[in-house]
T-cell receptor, first 114, second 111 residues
Framework: GAGVSQSPSNKVTEKGKDVELRCDPI?????LYWYRQRLGQGLEFLIY????????KSGLPSDRFSAERTGESVSTLTIQRTQQEDSAVYLC????????????FGPGTRLTVT | KNEVEQSPQNLTAQEGEFITINCSYS?????LHWLQQHPGGGIVSLFM???GKKKHGRLIATINIQEKHSSLHITASHPRDSAVYIC?????????????FGKGTKLSVKP
């Protein structure tokens, strides 16, 4: 597609439920990143996929968070047993040749845990 | 792990003023990013630079690799430039991998 797309754009869920967020990167982009932005806060790194390499999961805040990527396409971020502090905008970005091209960001998924 | 500091945190300017936003980082890198986050939340990459200076329209980004410092300048600022400007650097130095972000500079340009 022309850009990075994310779905859903908004998600409201009850505390304790599981949620799945989806990211469709730009076709051909080998690198994919997930970030989180809490209200009024800066961007926090969550996880980074690069080609067939093992993902860098160092930013995942707890074992309730996991992410998968199928080849060089779609990625899903799963949050189990959601907590109110998980409320944030979850942003996905992708690029090709990391280090030589800037990342392209998706519009984000706004997650609200009630 | 890299630490990225931005200043100022907030900036109010009158239309037409020259704007400077500063960014410093702690671990040597070979590429630094400047991003713009619109009031609606969308994020756009403005620059990725590894040395010297880059210019795009009224925006100019400079970097001094030895001093671990970068600046973003806006000439002839306009109300539509109002946004949060964020610098970001690779977490572990170099140019690849995940990015560490500054806290952002919220710019408001008054007509």
């Amino acid at each position: 597609g022309a850009g990075v797309s994310q779905s859903p754009s908004n998600k409201v869920t009850e505390k304790g439920k599981d949620v799945e967020l989806r990211c469709d990167p730009i076709s051909g982009h080998t690198a994919l990143y997930w970030y989180r932005q809490r209200l009024g806060q800066g961007l926090e790194f969550l996880i980074y996929f690069q080609g067939n390499s093992a993902p860098d999961k160092s930013g995942l805040p707890s074992d309730r968070f996991s992410a998968e990527r199928t080849g060089e396409s779609v990625s899903t971020l799963t949050i189990q047993r959601t907590q109110q502090e998980d409320s944030a905008v979850y942003l996905c970005a992708s690029n090709n040749a990391p280090g030589t091209t800037p990342p392209v960001f998706g519009p984000g998924t706004r997650l609200t845990v009630t | 792990k890299n630490e990225v500091e931005q200043s100022p945190q907030n900036l109010t300017a009158q239309e037409g003023e020259f704007i400077t936003i500063n960014c410093s980082y702690s671990v040597g890198i070979s590429a630094l990013h400047w991003l713009q986050q619109h009031p609606g939340g969308g994020i756009v990459s403005l620059f990725m630079l590894s040395s010297g200076k880059k210019k795009h329209g009224r925006l100019i980004a400079t970097i001094n690799i030895q001093e671990k410092h970068s600046s973003l300048h806006i000439t002839a600022s306009h109300p539509r430039d109002s946004a949060v400007y964020i610098c970001a650097a690779p977490s572990y130095g170099g140019s690849q991998g995940n990015l560490i972000f500054g806290k952002g500079t919220k710019l408001s340009v008054k007509p």
